[in-house]
Structure formats: structure tokens, C-alpha cells
């Protein structure tokens, strides 16, 4: 089984090419079909060059990790506490603010062992609850959250080039 084989690493500055090259890879895949051309290409360009993700990996209250089998990364999860956080008000919680899986593995489980890494930090941590945005038209992972004892209880917009969207924003209570 794959979520057997899959092994969860923190990543660091020497995984910075593979971070960008998941990330970009896994967003596009995931949202091509309902972006134009122009703002996919600006978003990748603003939210994965080695200067963003520099930083994000810098700062000591977002972490990122990689699913990986057979040492190819095939998923990567990033997680922010504290001020590092998207959303303000969030005192004693955790942000999961990206799960994604290349396409070939999605339903094998790849995207829970991210979950339960996010979970097992907060848990760690001590901290009250887990929150997360997700798109309003992306019901696959809106009924996974909802499974997993996730509520709505706001909304927020989440620009995609020039694009502005709606996420809806969710969370668990630990």
C-alpha cells in the first residue's frame, strides 16, 4: 500500500529546486482547467521563485515537508503558526496552508499522511485548533476536510494573478 511507502521529510534550502518544481507542477495541475494562461503563469512566477521560497523556508514558524517514494517527491505539505500565518486572529492555532499531490497520486492516500503531519505538529505544539483555506469550487477537498471533522466558518479571497477567487476558510479543534 502507498501510504505505507511514503515518507514524510522536513524540507530544508538544499530542497529548494524540488520544492519549486512540485509546487509549481502540483498548482498547476490542480487548477489549470479553471485559470487563464496569464494568471496560472503569474501566480507560479510570484508564489515559487527561489527568492519566495527562500524566505518561507527561513522563517522559523512555517515548515514545509515532502511525501516522497522511492526518493521522488511525489507531495508537499506547508505549514504556518504564529505570525506567520495568512489569516490574522488565529492566536494558538495552525494554518495548513498547502496540501498538494501530483495528479498520479491522488486517491492513494498521499494527502492524508500530509494531514495527519500537519495534525501530529499541531498536536506537538500544543495548539487549539487547525484552520485552512480551501477554493469554493474545489469539492473533492472541501468533502475530505468536512470527513475529517472540519467546519466552515468564514471566507476569504485568494488572488490567482489577477484573478480573485473565493476560498472558503475551515477548521478542527484538537
Known amino acids: 500500500m502507498l501510504n505505507e511507502l511514503a515518507k514524510i521529510s522536513l524540507v530544508t534550502l538544499l530542497d529548494i529546486e524540488h520544492l519549486k518544481s512540485i509546487g509549481k507542477r502540483t498548482f498547476y495541475e490542480t487548477f489549470v482547467k479553471s485559470n487563464s494562461k496569464e494568471d496560472m503563469q503569474k501566480y507560479l512566477a510570484d508564489n515559487f521563485s527561489t527568492q519566495i521560497l527562500t524566505s518561507e523556508l527561513n522563517n522559523p514558524t512555517s515548515q514545509f515537508y515532502f511525501a516522497r517514494v522511492n526518493n521522488q517527491v511525489i507531495g508537499y505539505l506547508k505549514i504556518n503558526w504564529a505570525q506567520s500565518q495568512t489569516e490574522t486572529n488565529h492566536d494558538n492555532a495552525l494554518e495548513i496552508e498547502r496540501i498538494y499531490v501530483l495528479k498520479e497520486y491522488l ?10 503531519k500537519a495534525l501530529q505538529v499541531a498536536q506537538d505544539k500544543t ?23 472540519f467546519v466552515i466558518f468564514d471566507k476569504h479571497t485568494f488572488t490567482v494573478g489577477t484573478d480573485d477567487q473565493i476560498d472558503l476558510l475551515m477548521k478542527l479543534k484538537l
Open 127 to 149: 495548539l487549539e485548533y487547525v484552520w485552512l483555506g480551501v477554493w469554493e469550487h474545489n469539492p473533492r477537498a472541501i468533502r475530505f476536510y468536512e470527513k475529517n471533522g
Open 107 to 116: 486517491g492513494k492516500q498521499v494527502g492524508k499522511i500530509l494531514y495527519n
